[in-house]
T-cell receptor, first 111, second 113 residues
Framework: QKEVEQNSGPLSVPEGAIASLNCTYS??????FFWYRQYSGKSPELIMS????GDKEDGRFTAQLNKASQYVSLLIRDSQPSDSATYLC???????????FGPGTRLSVLP | DGGITQSPKYLFRKEGQNVTLSCEQN?????MYWYRQDPGQGLRLIYY???????QKGDIAEGYSVSREKKESFPLTVTSAQKNPTAFYLC????????????FGSGTRLTVV
């Protein structure tokens, strides 16, 4: 059974702080990992992808992957109220075309 | 601009009625997907297609049907056999190597009246 788990939240952080979102997955064969942001009533949009162990930075976002621990995280630096959304973790096994999504973590950035 | 277009944005279904949700992409992606999202929940895979004239059931295919007659189009029919169809439906496509991420359409919100 492929599973992707996330804390549902809400995770509340003050404006300017670092938000840390976590995701664990059960399938050790998973090869690629994605973070999507979904605003209420809207469709998900891809914000980060990561394939190798370590950190990947893109602007205020940093994705971290640890395949040994089956753990992927997303850090958002200098959080803004506009970052308030649900963040979905998605995992892809063996470069196949299908993804398994986590339930999402709702982030609230307080002004 | 390339992208995925879903229509309609809102759809109302009467009991016992079949309805079809449209999904069109101009990204030249081979793979297309339909997901269902219920309030406060994650995405659940209904059907997917990796090539024209071929499609596979996802985790919750019962009460749904699809076709893939053209690369650009992947319509979803919600049949009367789907007893709880009220949800947000998302179409996605994927192309490229190495498990490239999905591109999503804007979604269709279906409500049973």
């Amino acid at each position: 059974q492929k599973e992707v788990e996330q804390n549902s939240g809400p995770l509340s952080v003050p404006e300017g702080a670092i938000a840390s979102l976590n995701c664990t997955y059960s399938d050790r064969g998973s090869q690629s990992f994605f973070w999507y942001r979904q605003y209420s009533g809207k469709s998900p949009e891809l914000i980060m992808s990561i394939y190798s162990n370590g950190d990947k930075e893109d602007g205020r976002f940093t994705a971290q992957l640890n395949k040994a621990s089956q753990y992927v995280s997303l850090l958002i630096r200098d959080s803004q109220p506009s970052d308030s959304a649900t963040y979905l973790c998605a995992v892809n096994q063996n470069y196949g075309q299908n993804f398994v999504f986590g339930p999402g973590t709702r982030l609230s950035v307080l002004p | 601009d390339g992208g995925i277009t879903q229509s309609p944005k809102y759809l109302f279904r009467k009991e016992g009625q079949n309805v079809t949700l449209s999904c069109e992409q101009n990204l030249n992606h081979d793979a297309m997907y339909w997901y269902r999202q219920d309030p406060g929940q994650g995405l659940r895979l209904i059907y997917y297609s990796q090539i024209v004239n071929d499609f596979q059931k996802g985790d919750i295919a019962e009460g749904y049907s699809v076709s893939r007659e053209k690369k650009e189009s992947f319509p979803l029919t919600v049949t009367s056999a789907q007893k709880n169809p009220t949800a947000f439906y998302l179409c996605a496509s994927s192309g490229g190597a190495r498990g490239y991420g999905y591109t999503f359409g804007s979604g269709t919100r279906l409500t049973v009246v």
